[in-house]
């Protein structure tokens, strides 16, 4: 991924693109705009895969928590008299 935005970023973030963000006359900064799209890009796309694999683990985690709560809950029913 890293190869492809470097070598295609002008392409995919045209200066164009960015023209309103430094309307005022005074200049671009010193960071082209493309340069700092190509870096929020795969910022961007860990940021989501760590979303997934949060998401993932909290689903795992619900899992071993019903796994481990039904023999307690079983357990407790059958220690109760049921006369």
């Known amino acids: 991924m890293f190869a492809f935005l470097a070598q295609n970023r002008r392409v995919l973030f045209p200066d164009d693109g960015f023209a309103d963000l430094f ?4 200049g671009r900064p010193s960071i082209p705009g493309d340069v700092i799209a190509s ?6 796309a860990a940021s989501q895969d760590q979303v997934a694999s949060l998401k993932r683990l ?6 071993v928590e019903m796994e481990n709560e039904f023999p307690n809950k ?3 029913y ?6």
């Open 23 to 26: 309307a005022s006359g005074r």
């Open 39 to 44: 870096v929020m890009v795969p910022t961007i």
């Open 78 to 83: 059958f220690a109760q008299d049921h006369r």
């Open 58 to 63: 909290e689903r795992q985690l619900r899992e």
């Open 74 to 76: 079983a357990a407790s």
